[in-house]
């Protein structure tokens, strides 16, 4: 019962967080937050009741020989399971650490020492009553605390549910709760994208209850911002691609034509691929240029990873099929304001260039902790060397502005969690079979995870709490198929029956 609360609830956030405009405002993130509290809770009441002698041990039943040798009870599993949940526990909580450490007042003198700029910026907006109070006050690395704090909680109830995600045994008990999570992201993909077009080509220009007319210049679903939208269908499709091969993957190495091999094809296979291309319709007329480019950059290396190495492909057909599908009905319909966008590419590159520069300043003020993990907005301002309608509110590169407000320990901390999180995921995909369904999920998901970051490089996309979310689900599930695929390796029953399989 539990379980399929903690499923529900994971199902209204996977709905809920992409609808609510990205969750970018402060009550639907808050409510994000709460959810994930609520899933941390009734698992931590589930482990309570079923905590066992036997939890972590595999045991056979009594009077019975354990086979090949092994014990009654064989812990490896479990050990093998969660030897890289206490890496990334580790990694995870120093960098929690790190931003509370930005929060705690600190006295003048050791913040001369530690951030001379956050010294000399405090005292000179402050006006103190008397050289006593210049020597005896305390001020945190963070500019305004309070945006910290708000982040902080952001961070916090992401990284509890990637370590939740990792031990959760619903995932290890069958591929069904991770399929049935895949199909609602895949549904809220193709809503999202239907709902956008719909709203765009009408006339309608309407975001839910909001009138955008003078924000709607192209399809961005719910989302405000059309890079946002392109952000989390970059996750999406890909995602989709690799659950569409899933469904075939016991077919692939078998030789028939193309006339046998539509009529194999049924309504769900075909449902699947048909949400696939409106999702590239609507990431093509979302206008978003490192968008469309990240997508091209997906779908050449799916194509590549998704080739049948047994027929000496190249890449594979069917990837290249279903892009071109969506390119010709995107062709039909019309792209030439996408292509216009085209055009103006150096003109917006110019302004995100100026933006980088001074941000890139600002980290080398604050080099080591950062200026505090959210306060960029307040922060820019100081460094700003042109002229710009409006604020501000990012830096157009997650990267650097995650760098200038946590520093080199907080960006190195991250840096090194995610070529643990790749080359531990790189390395359990690579020891699956072509003819497994999880390889395709596992390559996917990992191509989805580089396709936003590649577009995060000028935009911001790990900011959106439903693309933080999103990309957090996807480090899951590919993880966990990547440790079936190491575990199946290190287990001498599974080893031996695909010797002698290829025997």
Not at 210 to 231: K, P, Q, W, Y
Request: with cysteine.
């Amino acid at each position: 019962m539990i379980n399929y609360l903690i499923k529900l609830i994971l199902i209204f956030l996977i709905v809920f967080t992409p609808i609510a405009f990205g969750s970018v405002e402060l009550r639907a993130f808050s409510l994000m937050e709460l959810g994930i509290l609520l899933i941390i809770i009734l698992w931590a009441i589930q482990s309570f009741n079923l905590r066992a002698p036997n939890s972590c041990t595999e045991r056979f039943p009594s009077g019975a020989e354990a086979p090949l040798g092994r014990s009654q009870t064989v812990p490896y599993r479990t050990a093998i399971r969660h030897q890289p949940s206490a890496i990334l526990s580790i990694l995870l909580s120093l960098f929690l650490l790190l931003i509370l450490f930005q929060l705690i007042p600190l006295t003048s003198g050791l913040l001369k020492i530690i951030s001379p700029k956050t010294h000399e910026l405090r005292h000179s907006l402050s006006i103190p009553d008397s050289q006593f109070l210049i020597l005896n006050s305390k001020f945190s690395i963070s500019f305004v605390p309070f945006f910290t704090q708000i982040e902080f909680f952001k961070w916090f109830a992401l990284i509890g549910l990637f370590l939740f995600l990792l031990r959760w045994e619903a995932f290890e008990e069958s591929n069904r709760a991770a399929s049935q999570l895949i199909v609602v992201i895949m549904l809220v993909g193709a809503v999202e994208s239907l709902y956008g077009m719909f709203e765009f080509f009408s006339g309608h220009h309407h975001i839910l209850n909001l009138d955008g007319s003078a924000l709607i210049s192209s399809v961005t679903g719910t989302f405000i911002n059309r890079n946002h939208f392109a952000g989390y269908l970059l996750m999406v499709i890909p995602l989709s691609v690799g659950f569409l091969f899933s469904r075939e993957a016991l077919h692939r190495g078998q030789s028939m034509g193309w006339r046998h091999w539509l009529a194999s094809l049924d309504g769900k296979t075909l449902l699947i691929g048909f949400s696939v291309i409106v999702m590239v319709l609507g990431l093509l007329f979302s206008a978003s240029r490192m968008g469309i480019l990240s997508l091209l950059l997906s779908f050449s290396l799916i194509s590549f990873l998704f080739r049948n190495p047994e027929k000496g492909k190249r890449f594979s057909k069917t990837v290249v099929l279903i892009f071109g599908l969506a390119l010709l009905w995107a062709a039909w319909i019309g792209l030439d304001a996408v292509i216009s966008r085209f055009f103006s590419m150096s003109e917006s590159f110019e302004e995100r260039w100026k933006i980088w520069v001074n941000t890139f300043q600002i980290f080398k003020d604050f080099p080591l902790f950062g200026s505090g993990l959210g306060t960029f907005v307040q922060v820019f301002p100081m460094y700003r060397s042109f002229h710009i309608r409006g604020l501000v509110t990012h830096a157009e590169n997650d990267f650097l502005q995650l760098a200038s407000e946590v520093g080199i320990i907080g960006a190195g901390l991250l840096l090194i969690l995610f070529f643990f999180l790749f080359f531990k995921a790189l390395s359990g995909i690579r020891l699956m079979s072509h003819r497994e369904a999880g390889r395709y999920i596992g390559i996917s998901g990992l191509v989805g995870i580089l396709a936003l970051m590649l577009h995060s490089i000028v935009e911001r996309n790990l900011q959106v709490p439903a693309n933080a979310f999103l990309y957090t689900l996807l480090w899951v599930i590919v993880l966990r198929i990547s440790t079936r695929g190491v575990n199946r390796r290190n287990d001498p029953i599974n080893a031996i029956s695909s010797t002698n399989a290829k025997q």
